[in-house]
């Protein structure tokens, strides 16, 4: 099974959004017993909880069912996980310092890397923006954003491994 994981600083909006839209698209390509997907945040301040209100909300308007509970991520998920799909630069830099500490190394670029690497609107250092003191429009352009790049990366894997 190839093991993805999405991570943001909360792990209640954009990590969410990003594991629920990738599920769907790896179901409708009959992809599900190949490709396990998950989230986390890289704080530790909404653990146990279902995704924010508003980003269910979105989801709910794209058939998308959230029911994740919100978990920190671990220094296992690196032993764990195939890819680990970050939101922003500073949550890409938060985990390559919890991986420095706990294995003496950075994570490979090949496999730690930020989502939007593969969004075809955008450059490839973009950040997903954070949504959380934004509008409800913040929340559906966040919800864009994502959907497409998820689109883009399971097309890449598809291809990569060949499924
Ligand atoms: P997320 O958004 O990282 O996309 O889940 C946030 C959620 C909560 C907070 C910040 C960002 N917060 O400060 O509590």
Same mark, same amino acid.
């Given at each position: 099974?190839?093991?993805?994981?999405?991570?943001?600083?909360?792990?209640?909006?954009?990590?969410? !959004?990003?594991?629920?839209?990738?599920?769907? +698209?790896?179901?409708?390509?009959? #992809? *599900?017993?190949?490709? $396990?997907?998950?989230?986390?945040?890289?704080?530790?301040?909404?653990?146990?909880?279902?995704?924010?209100?508003?980003?269910?909300?979105?989801?709910?308007?794209?058939?998308?069912?959230?029911?994740?509970?919100?978990?920190?991520?671990?220094?296992?998920?690196?032993?764990?996980?195939?890819? !680990?799909?970050?939101?922003?630069?500073?949550? +890409?830099?938060?985990?390559?310092? #919890? *991986?420095?500490?706990? $294995?003496?190394?950075?994570?490979?670029?090949?496999?730690?890397?930020?989502?939007?690497?593969f969004?075809?609107?955008?450059?490839?250092?973009?950040?997903?923006?954070?949504?959380?003191?934004?509008?409800?429009?913040?929340?559906?352009?966040?919800?864009?954003?994502?959907?497409?790049s998820?689109?883009a990366f399971?097309?890449?894997?598809?291809?990569?491994?060949?499924?």
């Open positions: 099974m190839l093991k993805i994981l999405y991570v943001c600083l909360g792990n209640i909006c954009r990590s969410p !959004i990003a594991e629920g839209t990738m599920r769907d +698209l790896i179901a409708k390509k009959g #992809l *599900s017993h190949k490709i $396990f997907v998950d989230s986390a945040g890289t704080a530790n301040y909404h653990i146990g909880k279902l995704p924010d209100l508003r980003t269910r909300q979105n989801a709910e308007t794209h058939g998308i069912n959230l029911t994740h509970s919100c978990r920190q991520i671990d220094i296992q998920d690196f032993l764990d996980f195939d890819y !680990i799909v970050s939101m922003d630069t500073n949550n +890409l830099a938060d985990i390559q310092v #919890l *991986s420095l500490i706990a $294995f003496g190394k950075h994570q490979p670029e090949e496999s730690c890397f930020l989502l939007r690497k969004d075809l609107e955008s450059n490839q250092t973009d950040s997903v923006p954070d949504p959380y003191y934004g509008t409800k429009d913040d929340f559906e352009n966040v919800y864009q954003i994502i959907k497409r998820n689109e399971l097309n890449w894997i598809a291809k990569k491994h060949e499924y």
